[in-house]
């Protein structure tokens, strides 16, 4: 496949947008943060007096990557490391480079298990919850969205492209469009299909828009991703806590499923993960579990 594009820097990275969306399909999310890990490759070069992209020579996207590797923390070097790759393959298959120069970008490895998810608490988790009201439409929007997270691990954009049609309520279970247009059908528990409908029924304003979750100002459609991202943090303030995000939420999901049994396997399953290791990070924090098949240590010498 040869893609030809036009040269300059704003045409080839909206160009390279495009390819990450459709041949590659990557959520919007990830394609608007990749797009902006280019366009820094492309500010960078332009002060170090680099020529047109046909004249990217091999060295200049390592050169960036060690760049970058000085003031950004270790955890996000490697997603701007298979950007840069990213792109410079891209730069060959669109013809801009004669010859595929992505084996120049060097790799960036971190540990995937150096850290322990933090879970929330179940006190903190009920303080959280308590802090929206159900006397007011606020209220019970945000403490299904919380549910939703803490219950089920749905990310943010999970939540802000839910649709009415996606809950099936003879059947109790919630269809989840997750990244890359993936679909995924998921049990409903029964607190949060009741914390979803008492907000249809009693807090959710009369609208056009098919998005469960709408926003409470101004016209009532759909809410952002961003938007979904603030109600933890805003709930927080409320109740006077720490900021609990949005991940912790998920890593709580993914500990009470552990917590009541459920192996790793179906804990990938609920959040959605095609890659085991990604999952494998929560046997860390199943420490009853670790600790019934952990041998005992003896300091007396073995008889």
Known sequence: MVIRVDPSSEATVQAFADYQRVQQ??????????????????????????????????????????????????????FVASTVRSFVRF????????????????????????ALPTAVEPEVLRVLLDSCKRSRAVGLRDRAILLLMSRL???????????????????????VRGKGARRDRLPLPHDVG????????SGRPPSLSRAVFLQVRGAPVGMSRNAVVLVSRTASRRAGITVVGGHRLRHSAASQLLRSGSTIREVGQVLRQDDSTATAIYAKVDRVALSSVARPWSEGRPR
């Open 153 to 175: 691990g749905l990310r943010a954009s999970e939540i802000a492209r839910m649709r009415l049609d996606d809950v099936d309520w003879r059947a109790g279970e919630l269809e």
């Open 194 to 201: 009741s914390a979803i409908a008492s907000y249809l029924r």
């Open 91 to 114: 730069l060959f298959v669109a013809g801009i480079t004669d010859s595929d120069l992505s084996g120049a970008v060097p790799s960036v490895k971190t540990s995937r298990f150096g």
């Open 25 to 78: 399909g990557l959520a919007e999310r990830t394609v608007y943060n990749s797009t902006f890990v280019v366009r820094q490759f492309l500010a960078w070069r332009a002060r170090t007096g680099a020529g047109d992209l046909e004249h990217l020579r091999p060295e200049e996207s390592g050169d960036f990557v060690l760049h970058e590797a000085r003031r950004l923390k270790p955890r996000g070097m490697p």
